[in-house]
């Protein structure tokens, strides 16, 4: 029997050479593998006849092969191999690209199961890459859901399909660690079966009971480490209170628009924290274009002017770039006493230690930079006040970083990710919560349509227009490559890959596409950001590692490919990438499928700029029944849960973890099934739930 924490090699066919495919998919350890979950899951259905066969539907159809397969070498590196098929209702061609080796597996005459995509190709309906299928292997999966993995190349669903099978086999489970009257009360399966249930589901029940046990179970550890953490930031005092100065409301006075009543709302609760006996612990939450950034601003002056240091964490090196140069230009046109420092991954060694030496000094007040500010030869001289920029938690483990350094820090966390209240109270338990819900009155409503894939033409007619007038342009992709194993009875996913030369040879020569997604190596990422945001790219085809990235004002458009696949809180902050300068901006939602649900759910962001309003729009109409068919919305990436979608499971979460807090608390008043599952939340849990992002 194996234990979780096993590696993986321990599995019989994961050797030394194998595991490197795996370790790029961040899976290490036994318990990383059963974590691995299904993106999808395929019903195979009964064979059909060639005469029944629907145009991007997925079929099997056991036919006869009547001509010998023909290739063709289209040009280097791509051929296209032609086989013709008939039964008893009619005949079709099967297409294979790069397969011409797929002729030795088909001989004239004879009969096999071919299963894959239908598509009409010259009006003709066309099996596109079937897969041959043995009698025995389809008699196995008729009528079952088969998972279909997140795959990496070198690994394809079958080979993790087949270890995923040893795995749960091969694993001693011990016992559940959640208490059994948990389970009884909020209808949850024992571990061994929700595991099971998730990866090889018997039928939908089966897979929603044990979506259902994983995700309450991830909603709740994440929910206990707030409450762990709400119990020690209340015990932390404001040793040194800050005072309130003038220097702030002067640069109020002096700015070239007015505040809204939501900005003076919310610096006012910033400015009653600094200066209060306990260190503020605050979240502002505000649309995409609400003025958080100058409220951030107006935190940092006061803490500069009580003579303390600021820092500003961004979540990339491009955006914390673009706060140094907007601080810089502040100090400069209004004569800030600010003296900011940027200290990120990619300066030279030279430049690193200069940047340590003037934190360590003091002569830098206000630090900007990524996570290379809690490194641990990173020192301060007097950091008072944090701020983390488009990330929604200040982890457990980077503030006791800084308090080794012997700092109590001020946290303000910006987020522009709208939750419904009812939901961030939950989320962010151990923050005061400040919200920003109006935007400045000179800004330019983004211009929305939801339109289907025939559209497409006219979209990048309008993309070249937009860019031969001096404009950018983002395109959104859910996937980053093709994948060619079978995907259900998914519409076709866009890649980034494969859209970019698409947009390259459609879009005019003068045009550059360029493309980034979460998979290219930090350097490049960076160095593809900072060319889009100094004009040298004018498409950029991306996944939504955008979504919280750059600032590019003169971005004007948003196209996003299969909108139907992601949230429309997801869409919102898309959509914020652009509307940012003084030109109008739009965004082309462009949707794959028809469904009245899924067109219902679109039109929301149609009607709509209010992120507010669309993220209760968006807990509203998305139900229980879409298991997995949309994308995480915002920033909270669990493996599994989704705020939105399982709204119900994280309260009924929320009411669980109050108990068991209680039985962490005073122990003595609960029986031994409650310590069970506190030790194993301290020796499992605890040191890995660092809030997820940072």
């Known amino acids: 029997m194996m234990r979780l924490n096993d590696p993986i090699t321990e599995l019989k066919g994961i050797g030394e050479k194998t595991a490197i495919f795996y370790h790029k998919l961040n899976i290490f350890s036994i318990e990383d593998l059963i974590k691995h979950y299904p993106r999808d899951y395929e019903e195979w259905r009964d064979i059909v006849k060639i005469g029944e066969l629907k145009e991007n539907q997925v079929h099997a159809v056991r036919a006869m092969v009547i001509s010998a397969p023909q290739t063709i070498h289209i040009r280097k590196n791509m051929s296209i191999t032609t086989v013709r098929i008939k039964d008893d209702t009619g005949a079709c061609d099967i297409i294979y690209f790069n397969m ?32 041959i299928v043995s009698a025995q292997e389809f008699a196995q999966n008729v009528h079952r859901l088969t998972p279909i993995y997140p795959t990496t190349k070198g690994l394809t669903i079958a080979a993790i399909t ?31 079966s929700a595991v099971t249930g998730i990866h090889f589901p018997k039928n939908y029940i089966e897979l929603t009971a044990a979506r259902k046990r994983l995700v309450f179970e991830e909603f709740l550890f994440f929910i206990l480490s707030i409450m762990i953490l709400k119990d020690m930031t209340a015990q932390e005092t404001n040793d040194a209170p800050m005072m309130r100065v003038a220097a702030c409301q002067d640069l109020i006075c002096k700015l070239p628009y007015k505040l809204t009543a939501a900005q003076r709302r919310v610096w006012e609760e910033i400015e009653q924290d600094m200066c209060s006996t306990r260190l503020m612990n605050r ?35 491009v955006l914390a770039k673009q706060h140094y140069e907007s601080v810089l230009e502040l100090v400069q046109n209004y004569q800030l006493p600010l003296k900011p420092v940027l200290l990120t991954g990619s300066l030279t060694a030279k430049e690193k230690r200069r940047a340590k030496e003037n934190i360590v000094l003091g002569t830098g007040n206000v630090i900007i930079g990524t996570q290379a500010l809690l490194q641990d030869d990173v020192d301060f001289h007097d950091l008072r006040l944090v701020i983390t920029d488009e990330q929604h938690r200040f982890g457990v ?105 698409k947009l390259k040879k459609t879009l005019p020569e003068t045009v550059c596409v360029e ?5 290219m190596n930090p350097k490049a990422k960076n160095f593809i950001m900072e060319e889009f945001a100094a004009h040298r790219i004018d ?3 991306s996944t939504t590692v955008i979504e919280v990235g750059i600032n590019v004002p003169n971005a004007t458009v948003m196209l996003v490919e299969n909108a139907e696949r992601f949230g429309l809180a997801q869409l919102h902050q898309l959509r914020g990438r652009v509307g940012r300068g003084k030109d109008q901006s739009y965004c082309i939602l462009i949707s794959s499928t028809t469904q009245n649900d899924t067109m219902e759910r679109l039109q929301v962001l149609n009607r709509s700029n209010d ?66 599952f506190w030790e194993h939340y301290e020796t499992n849990i605890a040191s890995n739930v660092d809030f997820i992002n940072i």
């Open 100 to 131: 011409p080796y797929i002729k030795n597996n088909l001989q004239v005459g004879k009969q096999y199961i071919f299963r894959g995509r239908i598509v009409l190709k010259n009006h003709m309906i066309t099996f596109d890459q079937p897969k």
């Open 283 to 317: 979240l502002v939450q505000g649309d995409v274009g609400s003025g958080k950034t100058i409220v951030a601003v107006l935190a940092i002056l006061m803490c500069v002017m009580n003579h303390h240091q600021a820092a500003f964490m961004a979540p990339t090196e």
């Open 515 to 519: 493309y980034l997604h979460g998979q």
């Open 611 to 676: 992120g507010f309003f669309i993220s209760s729009e968006d807990m509203r109409l998305r139900g229980p029944g879409d298991l997995f068919g949309i994308r995480q919305s915002g920033q909270f990436q669990f493996r599994l849960g989704d705020i939105y979608q399982d709204a119900k499971i994280l309260q009924e979460a929320q009411n669980c973890a109050a108990n068991l807090y209680d039985a962490y608390t005073h122990p003595e008043k609960y029986s031994r099934e409650y310590q069970v």
């Open 162 to 192: 087949k270890i995923m099978h040893l795995a749960v086999d091969c694993l001693d489970w011990g016992q559940d660690y959640l208490p059994a009257c948990v389970c009884q009360r909020y209808g949850l399966p024992e571990l061994k």
């Open 397 to 501: 483990k980077q503030r006791e970083t800084l308090a080794l350094k012997g700092m109590q820090p001020h946290i303000l966390v910006m987020s522009a990710t709208p939750i419904p209240r009812t939901l961030a109270l939950i989320l962010y338990g151990d923050l005061d919560i400040s919200v920003m819900d109006e935007l400045p009155a000179n800004r330019l409503p983004i211009k929305n349509c939801v339109v289907n894939t025939n559209y497409r033409q006219k979209a990048y007619e309008f993309i070249a227009k937009e860019v031969e007038n001096g404009r950018q342009v983002y395109v959104i992709c859910p996937m980053v490559e093709p994948n060619d194993e079978i995907m259900g009875d998914m519409p076709i996913l866009e890649n980034v890959v494969e859209y970019t030369e």
């Open 539 to 541: 498409v950029l085809v």
